[in-house]
């Protein structure tokens, strides 16, 4: 079957979302700071909701330790995931306009690279690394809205995982606490929870709605 | 006294740095808010923590 148009595509989206959320998330540019569980699920949950353009970043490639909470499918072991994860948003959103990166997010190049979304989504699974980005971010770039998450390992309750506005334009969700360095593995589910409330932060930013 | 994640500690005269010790936090892990403002990481030697200041200490943990 031949695709949608764009025209179609935006009218079946403006139908369920309102036409004023619509023209929002069609204007709105977010960047996803790492593609492995909850970096692929945020983006695919933005493209599916139309925001018109994602910048995906990734220094990694797919393996098959990821496959069982990552947006991956076997056929693309070993490819970037950037490239993988571009392929599957183009294919669900074939008018989103998708920027991808193959590249090592440090303090150095961040303030270049995510300089032209105004929405930044953490989504790396290192402790450390989520420090340095958001740190880096809220020193160097106070106006961006900056999305993070932290907290989301094992089969925990799912109502421990929350949203909390930490600073004026700094969320952060998760529980706070369930720490893959203590022994717990990353499950679809609880990690689809927290991917899915750092959409919804997402999409409330762009919609206008900042509280929690 | 100093409000640190909402719990009043005894912490003013002390540095960022040295709060992070006395909680036994790794300052690699964390973002510091002071009084609703980022605590930039190269200050954390000569920020020194006031009576009635508010203090928020972000612990990050792995896992995505």
């Known amino acids: ?212 | 006294m100093v409000k640190i994640n909402g719990e009043m500690l005894d912490m003013a005269g002390k540095t960022v740095t040295e709060m992070l010790a006395a909680m036994e936090v790794n300052g690699q892990r964390v973002a510091v808010e002071l009084n609703e403002d980022i605590v930039p990481k190269a200050s954390y030697g000569e920020t020194v923590l006031k009576e009635g200041d508010t203090v928020e200490v972000v612990r990050f943990v792995g896992g995505g």
Do not use: W
Not at chain 1, 172 to 181: F, H, Y
């Open chain 1, 1 to 212: 079957m031949a695709l949608p148009t764009r025209e179609e595509m935006y009218a079946a989206l403006e139908e369920r979302h309102g036409a004023e959320l619509q023209k929002k998330l069609s204007e709105a540019s977010v960047a996803v700071c790492g593609l492995g569980g909850l970096g692929s699920n945020i983006a695919i949950a933005l493209a599916r909701a139309g925001v018109g353009r994602l910048h995906i970043l990734d220094f990694d490639r797919v393996d098959i330790s990821n496959l069982n909470r990552q947006q991956y499918f076997p056929e693309q072991l070993g490819m970037l995931k950037s490239d993988a994860l571009c392929d599957t948003l183009s294919r669900i959103s074939p008018y989103c306009e998708i920027q991808k990166d193959c590249v090592k997010l440090t303090e150095e190049n961040i303030p270049e690279l995510l300089s032209g979304e105004a929405i930044i989504c953490e989504a790396f699974d290192r402790a450390d690394q989520k420090a340095m980005l958001v740190n880096c971010v809220l020193e160097t770039m106070p106006e961006k809205y900056l999305v993070a998450g932290s907290g989301m390992a094992g089969i925990g309750p799912s109502n421990t995982i929350i949203t909390r506005r930490m600073m004026k334009r700094f969320y952060l969700c998760g529980d706070g606490s369930s720490d893959v360095d203590d022994g717990m593995g990353l499950v679809a589910s609880r990690v689809l929870i927290c991917a899915a409330h750092q959409a919804n932060a997402v999409i409330r930013i762009i919609a206008g709605e900042y509280d929690v």
